[in-house]
Nanobody, 117 residues
């Protein structure tokens, strides 16, 4: 079973940056992508970015250019660098293991809160 634990969230002013981390235990899987997602109060979950085992990435249109996803396979950790944050970016951010092209998840963490004022 994969366990995903996020960290790095916090409160920042508009224009600020945060680096989110997601550690995946018992993860040696090269077949699945990992993704970052977010959910704001009253809104549906939305995908932010995904990364393949070879490091290839894909981003939501609104995230491209401001957010960067990366991974450190030696540490079983993926990161999301968030820059130029806006109040609309306020949400719980969490990572998950993607199982299909619809970005459905079979494992996900509890998330880390990002608040932009």
């Amino acid at each position: 079973q994969v366990q995903l634990v996020e960290s790095g969230g916090g409160s920042v002013q508009a224009g600020g940056s945060l680096r989110l981390s997601c550690n995946a235990s018992q993860w040696s899987d090269k077949e699945h992508c990992l993704g970052w997602f977010r959910q704001a109060p009253g809104k549906e979950r939305e995908g932010v970015a995904a990364i393949r085992s070879d490091g290839g990435t894909v981003y939501a249109d609104w995230a491209r250019g401001r957010f960067t996803m990366s991974r450190d396979n030696a540490k079983n950790t993926v990161y999301l660098q968030t820059n130029s944050l806006k109040p609309d970016d306020t949400a719980v951010y969490y990572c998950g293991r993607i199982v299909d092209r619809s970005w459905s998840l079979d494992y996900w963490g509890q998330g880390t809160q990002v608040t932009v004022s």
